[in-house]
């Protein structure tokens, strides 16, 4: 019962908590821009907003045009349960629960990249295709940093993973994760969400054809996609598991709030790349993590 | 009850079948049906737990007595027969029709049943003649079911490719039988770890059987036959036929001592083969053409499973006599994996048979739109394809879940092995992403957006018979996916068999947990989904055609076809996938027909075997020459030797 509670409560954390993750890159890009910009809570009334429109379906979208985002959202929600939450515990820990929370990713891209299928546009097979091209390298570096972090601490379990304090290969594990995290939630400079020229999107130019509460659904996603990268790389880095639980927390929600930054920071100061170099980067994420995999197995051996 | 019964039962069934087939369809489907029962009955007993079972016929076939045997690993492929023996023979009731092909259509029912006795065969045969015999009969009606519809040139040279390659292996276990005759002086076969001699012939099996699997690059024959064969039967073929290669690698790996480097090789082919197939499997136009390179795929995973408890059975020491856990654990995520992708590969042929069926083209872009026309099918394809991506809650996942924990687990150890493991996990990982990629492009394709062409247009749903045994292999996908622990008991048995040292027991991944978690998900996901299509309905739904960017004549053509999906990824397998790019270019003020092809061949056979097969040729040419049957040359060879016989001798003699 009380364990029931728990992940309730963790559940409104993350479902509360992630739409300020957006307000907040938004401020910082205003603030370097010498802008006034948005007020940090913009998301929560775009997405009051949208759950009270009305929706407008293309005529040849199936019952998985509303499905698939759906699905998508409960699966980064599912996720998303799964991760610890520093001192606040974590959700059903498990052995091959980590396993569990990469493949809860990829379906939460599979129900995406569906609904951009589904209105027969130009424009989502064009986003589904790059989504899913590039997933398969930020899922490959995703996977070497488990493992690493794996290696390292001796478990597959995500709870115990992240646990011990940071490894030899920290910085090399940050810094590949944050270019994962850049990339698994289209952000410069892989992709730009705020441009509106198709033919340079990624995850905008798939949910175009959505409206209403399905694509409030999407909104949520993302920004709850984004406080998972931000969490998971927070916690891959910072010995957070072994101060007090206060400590912890505030340890936490400043790493957060530094990646958040970070984002903001590197939306501000940098370009999105030509679509030809977003692999090179990405394939400089995988080694990134590759080394802080061989640096974990160097670490464990001495 | 021992298994004796309903093997005789199936046995005897399958045999009336064959021989009541052509005439009579209700009773083939009655005596198929009934001996696939009885098969399933006999391996389900095994596989809960009962004892092996073991029998030697007094009388003797081809000089040497019947011996038959039904232990885990024979039951848990017996079992895999069975239901897709079953499945398909309903499907091809719907799909194969005697009114459609009244001449193909009864001897197929003959040559199906006739498969499945010889499979049934192979697995229980005990004895290296009769394995053969066995593994030849599957051979041959294989290659008539794939043959069916033999009026159409690119069938016969499909089957005729399949039966070429499978005796290039059969040649191989030819050698790798009699060789364990020569050594133990028996063709019996049974555990051999006393004969360290025999060693080097594994090598010799994974040839012959890597043919049969489809091991990249032993693949060659495998996307032609099981594209171009009735889709009843590229289900069987895909999902059955193929693991009897695995079959012989997971018997004789576990009966033979094996050399040292066994499960590096058989590991570091598992990953060239996913990685490598699903690539394939992506640049592919043809739908069902990309489902059999998935297969390739799906055997590799298959492999690194096994190979992973290769390596951990050659770490065995005093203490662990059977090597680490994680072997287990590999081996175990390999075996559930030959069910999961036999059940989930036969569905989504049976899918993309129907597609077939309803608008004659496998072409997936001629296709589009078919979920409004087949809603049944769409569906029920789309959860092949999220089967088929190892997405969690379904059964493809578990497996694959299961051989990365071994893989993880051999990392963790950081013994020798871990070499192996840790590329082959991060390999696994980007092959279940390219095979997201490959399921959407497929699924969405076919079924989501606007249809491409007329044939598309005109499509219409699957009969009955068609969509019951997809319902039936989608609801065991998803019964493995949801409650993997009442399937665990049977997965354990066979690795039991496979290795005894291995401490008995519970699973060793929290099976269970997983299961419960997979059953929360399902339901709040199938909750979401439909508190948000009620809640998008609140307020009034409207329908307006998709939106243009402001072109006011959008046409279906220019939806993202196939290799537009695929051309991003298929860029980076450049070097090995060699993609042909056909591209016109809009010219001139008012152009003319622009286009731009896209094709991804088939790399192993145009450029390396069909060259090589060239060149053998234009050398046996060369020497044909030389006998030509013009008397006069004879006569000119014959001068000619005596000649040299003559100038031999003389020089002798001089000496």
Same mark, same amino acid.
């Given at each position: 019962m009380i364990a029931l509670l728990e992940s309730l409560l963790r559940m409104l954390v993350w479902l509360l908590l992630a739409p300020l993750l957006p307000g907040i890159v938004n401020r910082v890009k205003a603030w370097v821009a010498g802008r006034r910009g948005p007020p940090v809570l913009q998301l929560y009334y775009d997405l009051a907003r949208l759950w009270r429109k009305n929706v407008v379906l293309s005529t040849l979208a199936s019952p998985g045009f509303i499905a698939g985002p759906a699905v998508a959202w409960v699966a980064i929600a599912g996720a998303a349960l799964l991760l610890p939450l520093g001192p606040g515990g974590s959700g059903p820990?498990?052995?091959?629960d980590v396993l569990l929370f990469v493949y809860l990713l990829a379906l939460a891209r599979f129900g995406t990249a569906w609904a951009a299928m589904e209105t027969g546009s130009a424009f989502g097979g064009m986003g589904a295709a790059r989504e899913v091209s590039y997933a398969v390298l930020a899922e490959v570096s995703l996977i070497t940093a488990i493992l690493a972090l794996s290696v390292q601490s001796g478990s597959v379990t995500l709870a115990t993973m992240l646990a011990p304090s940071a490894g030899p290969g920290a910085v090399l594990l940050a810094a590949g994760l944050f270019a994962v995290l850049l990339a698994e939630n289209c952000r410069v400079p892989f992709d730009d969400p705020n441009t509106h020229l198709e033919l340079t999107m990624i995850h905008e130019v798939m949910v175009l054809d959505h409206s209403g509460p399905p694509l409030a659904a999407i909104l949520h996603g993302a920004a709850m996609k984004l406080l998972l990268f931000a969490v998971l790389l927070t916690q891959a880095v910072?010995?957070?598991?072994?101060?007090p639980p206060f400590v912890a927390a505030g340890a936490l929600a400043a790493g957060v709030l530094g990646v958040t930054v970070g984002v903001g920071l590197v939306e501000s100061l940098l370009a999105r790349f030509a679509f030809r170099r977003v692999p090179l980067l990405l394939t400089t994420a995988f080694l990134l993590c590759l080394f802080a995999l061989l640096l974990a197995w160097k670490g464990g051996a001495a | 009850m021992t298994p004796a019964l309903p093997l005789l039962l199936a046995t005897l069934s399958l045999a009336a079948a064959v021989v009541l087939g052509p005439r009579w369809p209700r009773l083939w489907l009655a005596g198929t049906l009934t001996g696939a029962a009885a098969a399933l009955g006999a391996a389900l007993l095994v596989l809960t737990g009962g004892p092996e079972w073991e029998w030697r016929s007094a009388f003797a076939v081809g000089g040497e007595p019947l011996h038959a045997r039904l232990d885990g690993i024979s039951a848990l492929f017996l079992a895999l027969v069975s239901v897709v023996g079953a499945a398909g023979a309903a499907y091809s009731r719907g799909y194969w029709a005697d009114d459609r092909y009244p001449v193909s259509a009864p001897s197929g029912r003959r040559w199906w049943s006739g498969l499945l006795l010889s499979l049934g065969f192979v697995l229980l045969s005990s004895n290296g003649l009769h394995f053969l015999m066995g593994w030849e009969l599957f051979t041959v009606c294989a290659y008539f079911l794939i043959t069916l519809d033999r009026g159409r040139r690119q069938v016969r040279s499909a089957g005729w490719l399949y039966l070429a390659a499978a005796h290039a292996g059969t040649i191989c276990l030819f050698a790798f039988f009699a060789t364990i005759a020569a050594e133990t002086g028996s063709w019996e076969l049974g555990p051999m770890h006393d004969r360290a001699a025999l060693a080097p012939v594994f090598w010799l099996a994974l040839i012959g059987f890597g043919v049969k699997a489809g091991v990249f690059p032993l693949h060659v024959w495998l996307p032609s036959a099981h594209a171009n064969a009735p889709s009843h039967v590229s289900a069987l073929l895909s999902g059955v036929a193929l693991k009897m290669g695995i079959y012989g690698l997971v018997r004789f790996s576990g009966w033979l001592v094996l050399p040292a480097a066994a499960g590096w090789v058989v590991i570091a082919h598992g990953a060239a083969s996913a990685l490598l197939g699903i690539a394939f499997a992506l640049g592919q136009n043809d739908l069902k053409r990309l489902l059999a390179y998935s297969s390739v795929e799906n055997i590799g995973v298959v492999l690194i499973g096994l190979g992973g408890a290769l390596l951990g059975l050659a770490q065995a020491d005093p203490l662990h006599p059977g090597g680490p856990a994680w072997g287990r654990l590999a081996l175990a995520g390999a075996l559930l994996h030959v069910w999961n992708h036999g059940l989930f590969k036969s569905l989504l042929f049976f899918g993309a048979g129907s597609v077939l069926h309803a608008t004659? &083209?496998?072409?997936?872009?001629? /296709?589009?739109?078919l979920w409004r026309a087949m809603p049944w099918t769409a569906g029920l394809f789309a959860l092949g394809a999220m089967a088929g991506a190892a997405?969690?809650? /379904?059964n493809g996942f578990v497996g694959e879940w299961l051989v990365y924990q071994g893989l993880f687990d051999a990392a963790i150890g950081r013994g020798p092995a871990a070499w192996a493991a840790m590329p082959a996990a991060i390999m696994l990982a980007m092959t279940g992403a390219l095979a997201l990629a490959t399921f959407v492009k497929a699924a969405a394709t076919v079924f /989501?957006? *606007? *249809?491409? &062409?007329s044939a598309a247009q005109g499509a219409h749903e699957a009969g009955p018979w068609l969509r019951g045994p997809m319902l039936a292999l989608a609801a065991a996908c998803a019964a493995i996916g949801l409650a993997p622990v009442l399937f665990w008991p049977a997965i354990a048995r066979a690795v039991d068999t496979w290795q005894p040292a291995w401490p008995a027991g519970a699973a060793p991944a929290p099976l269970a947990t997983l299961g419960i978690v997979q059953v929360a998900f399902a339901l709040l996901a199938g909750g979401a989904a439909l508190w948000l299509w009620r809640r998008a309905h609140a307020r009034g739904l409207r329908r307006e055609p998709t939106w243009g960017c402001g072109f006011d004549a959008p046409s279906p053509r220019m939806q993202y076809t196939s290799g537009a999906f695929a051309a991003i990824a298929t860029g980076w397998f450049a070097p090995v996938l060699q993609p042909e790019r056909t591209l016109r270019r809009p010219r001139g003020p008012f152009p003319s027909r622009a286009f731009q092809l896209e094709r991804v061949p088939e790399v192993v056979l145009e450029r390396i075997l069909v060259p090589l097969s060239d060149a053998v040729l234009w050398v046996s040419t060369l020497v044909r020459r030389l006998q030509h049957g013009r008397v006069q040359f004879y006569i000119v060879y014959v001068v000619a030797g005596l000649a040299t016989l003559g100038a031999m001798v003389a020089l002798e003699g001089n000496r």
């Open positions: 820990s498990f052995r091959g910072l010995p957070i598991g072994q101060h | 004659g &083209t496998r072409e997936m872009s001629r /296709l589009g739109g997405l969690p809650p /379904l /989501l957006g *606007a *249809a491409r &062409t």
